[in-house]
């Protein structure tokens, strides 16, 4: 059940949404998302830095009432002695990677963003919506301050609508249980 997924952007049609659990969080798993692709992958090899702005949202039973939100910036560059090669920062609790491939920093970003799952009964059904787009630099200081990521800000950055090649990718699942969720197994609680 939990691979059941709806996108809902239609360029990104292909990606499916999966949900995992590791006792305490829920995490995205989405292997056929691939969004260091095109323009952002073109600025990053022409020396720019991409930020993407991430949005994990829980639904209540009606799909309607939001539970839990968590969002995340994903600050991405190539580096420049050895292309091909990227770094990944992730704001909130600093983690980060450099010497990645593509598809291990898209990799990467997805296996570190998740949504603790404290109050959710094991049998209790909510939807799961993951957000993801590339930031355009004049938002990023409404979204980003000095006291880290507005939860507002993130919220009034994903709902604009987006310019040209920056559509956003918006991927759901749901209706899922946490007691019918694949258990991740190796992996810390975070609590996030």
């Known amino acids: 059940m939990a691979g059941l997924a709806l996108p809902l952007s239609s360029a990104r049609a292909a990606a499916r949404l999966n949900v995992s659990f590791d006792g305490?969080?829920?995490?995205?798993?989405?292997?056929?998302?691939?969004?260091?692709?095109?323009?952002?992958?073109?600025?990053l090899h022409d020396g720019a830095t991409v930020v993407f702005?991430?949005?994990?949202?829980l639904f209540q039973q009606d799909h309607a009432t939001v539970f839990r939100r968590a969002s995340d910036r994903l600050t991405v560059s190539e580096d420049v002695w050895d292309e091909g090669k990227f770094s990944v920062m992730l704001?909130?609790?600093g983690?980060?990677?450099?010497?990645?491939?593509?598809?291990a920093a898209e990799?990467?970003?997805l296996d570190n963003l998740a949504i603790s799952a404290l109050g959710i009964a094991p049998d209790w059904p909510f939807w799961f919506r993951f957000e993801l787009r590339v930031a355009d630099p004049r938002e990023l200081s409404?979204?980003?301050?000095?006291?880290?990521?507005?939860?507002?800000?993130?919220?009034?950055?994903?709902?604009r609508?987006?310019?040209?090649?920056?559509?956003?990718?918006?991927?759901?699942?749901?209706?899922l249980r946490l007691a019918q969720l694949p258990r991740l197994t190796g992996r810390g609680a975070r609590n996030e």
């Open 91 to 93: 704001a909130t609790g």
């Open 142 to 159: 409404a979204v980003v301050g000095d006291s880290g990521i507005s939860l507002t800000g993130m919220i009034e950055a994903l709902s």
């Open 24 to 43: 305490d969080n829920l995490h995205v798993t989405a292997p056929q998302l691939h969004f260091l692709t095109g323009k952002p992958l073109s600025r």
């Open 161 to 175: 609508k987006p310019r040209g090649d920056d559509d956003p990718w918006t991927l759901e699942a749901g209706p």
């Open 107 to 109: 990799t990467w970003c």
């Open 95 to 103: 983690r980060s990677v450099k010497g990645l491939s593509v598809a």
């Open 53 to 57: 702005l991430s949005q994990i949202t």
